[in-house]
C-alpha cells in the first residue's frame, strides 16, 4: 500500500488496518515455520506497511 493511500485514511481506518497487517504478520510466520509459505517477500511487505502505517499515525 502506498503512503499516499495511507494519509487519505482516518485514524481509526488507520489502527484497524494496523490490527489487520499485524495479525497477517502473525499468521504468515506460523505458516513460513510449518513451511507452508511459498513467497517469503510477502512477509517483507506486510511489514512495510505496518512501518509505514505506525510512521502516520505517529
Known amino acids: 500500500m502506498k503512503i ?3 494519509k487519505q485514511k ?3 481506518e488507520l489502527q ?3 490490527m489487520d497487517n499485524q ?3 502473525r499468521q504468515m510466520r ?3 515455520a510449518s513451511g507452508k509459505i ?3 517477500r ?3 511487505q506486510v511489514r512495510k506497511d505496518i512501518a509505514r502505517i505506525l ?3 505517529k
Open 4 to 6: 499516499t493511500e495511507l
Open 10 to 12: 482516518s485514524q481509526k
Open 16 to 18: 484497524k488496518l494496523l
Open 23 to 25: 495479525e497477517e504478520l
Open 30 to 32: 506460523f505458516d513460513l
Open 38 to 40: 511459498k513467497n517469503v
Open 42 to 44: 510477502e512477509i517483507r
Open 55 to 57: 510512521t502516520i499515525l
